[in-house]
């Protein structure tokens, strides 16, 4: 892996969101690229191979899983991060082809905070651990970080629920 | 057929259409606002990391706070509106509540609240989907706790028991109680008693669509010596086959939570 700083490529229909995680990123010193939907995502993976995918799965137009699919392809050993509803999550089925597609997963909507644990968590294992890049080209992922709220009662959860 | 059970299949059957239509609008409605939430705590974060006064900061702060609350309220409304069925899996009632009232226990002794616990000794299992039936115990003990919360403190009793082919689970508290007027409406969303927009709404009527989405019932009835009691019955699981996958074996040996 060359030593420039990671490259992450951000897709999302959304211009806001799309530039504020554009920002959040580049002050925690990523290079960035982004994409307003699926064909210019592949169209940059190919040109600049990205270390970083984040990637909105709930687009109009392409299918973000099959804009991932596409992107692996043409961008080897990049680690992809689905940001999805909650709801697609809490289905086992859909959570289980999730996991098998994506090397990490955050909900809708995030923090920043989250945002950058789950980019410098995947750039750091692009970067150290080539043998993992390879399992991710094939799609054959051993675990799948989930960087989403947890349905887990928390602290947050002593304010009333009524 | 009775003309009697004619009107109740119709009248069930226009119910379940309207809360299908709800449900649908629901979820739509949880989308469309999950995003511009997303870029409020966004900006507001990108903000409160620049050179701002420490009035600013707190402003925006307040904006960060109130946009994750009405995620959160997204999130109920969310999994109120899931129709799938949910992948169920062997659970030990018994477990879950044990695990959920050690969550709570810190915040219940620091508002002068007591637990007992009464559970029928053995395995209860039932077949459900543990996010799922975490959050619907969750909520009912955190509402028991809120309306103690009012009086200053209380005693909460957590009770399971095996009935025929049903797990039933009470959950009392020796609180205000709940005014009848509104025990028919209480399971309804967006009924809410909270003043000034602190309840979602959703709370009880998230419990009710988890309780029947496990073939299960809920009801809340008022103690004839104070308090309110909420009921939940869910359908005993039948023991795994003998000859099962490994998967199985699994799950049932270490009855996941």
């Known amino acids: 892996m060359t030593t420039r700083s990671p490259l992450v490529l951000i897709v999302d229909d959304e211009p806001h969101l799309l530039s504020g995680l554009r920002r959040v990123l580049e002050k925690e010193g990523y290079e960035v690229t982004t994409a307003l939907d699926g064909e210019t995502a592949l169209q940059l993976a190919r040109e600049k191979k990205p270390d970083v995918v984040l990637l909105d799965i709930m687009m109009p137009g392409m299918d973000g899983r099959e804009a991932c699919r596409r992107i692996r392809e043409v961008a080897e050993g990049v680690q992809v991060i689905y940001i999805t509803a909650r709801a697609e999550l809490n289905d086992p089925l859909q959570l289980k082809r999730l996991r098998s597609e994506a090397n990490a997963f955050i909900t809708k909507p995030t923090t920043s905070k989250r945002i950058i644990s789950a980019v410098n968590g995947l750039s750091r294992s692009t970067r150290q651990q080539p043998e993992e890049s390879q399992l991710c080209r094939t799609g054959q992922l051993t675990k799948a970080e989930d960087y989403s709220q947890s349905t887990e009662a928390s602290e947050d959860d002593r304010r009333p629920i009524r | ?257």
């Open chain 2, 1 to 257: 057929m009775e003309i009697t059970d004619l009107r109740k299949l119709r009248e069930q059957s226009r119910q379940s259409q309207l809360l299908a239509t709800l449900r649908e609008m629901m979820a739509g409605i949880a989308n469309e606002v999950n995003n511009p939430l997303g870029s409020i705590l966004l900006y507001s974060e990108l903000l409160m990391a620049g050179d701002v006064s420490p009035q600013t900061q707190k402003d925006l702060k307040v904006i960060h706070d109130e946009a994750k609350r009405a995620a959160k309220a997204m999130t109920y409304l969310l999994t109120y509106c899931q129709q799938e069925r949910p992948e169920l899996r062997y659970l030990d009632i018994n477990r879950i509540l044990e695990k959920l009232l050690r969550m709570r226990h810190h915040s219940e002794t620091a508002h002068n609240i007591t637990i007992t616990t009464d559970f029928q000794y053995g395995l209860l299992p039932v077949k459900g989907e543990p996010s799922q039936l975490n959050q619907l115990f969750m909520n009912l003990i955190v509402n028991a706790e809120e309306s103690l919360k009012q009086v200053d403190g209380g005693h909460i009793t957590v009770t399971t028991r095996r009935e025929g082919k049903w797990v039933k689970i009470s959950i009392t508290d020796d609180g205000p109680g709940i005014p009848p007027e509104n025990l028919r409406q209480i399971f309804y969303p967006f009924f809410t008693t909270k003043q000034n927009g602190e309840g979602s709404g959703l709370g009880l009527s998230t419990c009710h669509g988890i309780a029947t989405s496990h073939k299960g019932l809920i009801h809340a009835e008022n103690n004839r010596t104070g308090g309110a009691t909420f009921i939940v019955e869910l359908p005993l699981a039948e023991a795994p086959e003998k000859t099962r996958t490994s998967e199985d074996a699994r799950m049932a040996g270490s009855l996941v939570i």
